[in-house]
């Protein structure tokens, strides 16, 4: 995929690129923290419920568990790592 840049201030392609690949970095320190963070918690949930989050998912889903708070604490918890695994996996893959 081609991705333009539209410069609409007289900055250099090189400035542009920099600020770019900055942003990049911290955004993948972002997702790297969140995903570390998000992995703990659904670690803790796959302990104390002795199964593991993909699983989990499945039968949350399909409605074979309860309604207990701690099933939709870790259904958030697992969508939010699925979402910053992908936004990682997008930030890696630019080449500026």
Do not use: H, P
């Amino acid at each position: 995929m081609t991705l333009s840049v539209n410069i609409k201030d007289n900055f250099t392609l090189q400035k542009v690129s920099e600020v770019i690949r900055e942003a990049l970095a911290y955004n993948e320190r972002v997702a790297k923290y969140k995903i570390k963070k998000y992995s703990n918690i659904c670690g803790n949930f796959e302990n104390k419920y002795g199964m593991n989050s993909d699983l989990f998912m499945e039968k949350f889903d399909s409605g074979k568990l309860g309604d207990a708070s701690d099933f939709f604490d870790w259904y958030a918890t697992k969508r939010g790592l699925d979402i910053w695994n992908k936004r990682l996996k997008i930030i890696s893959g630019i080449d500026i």
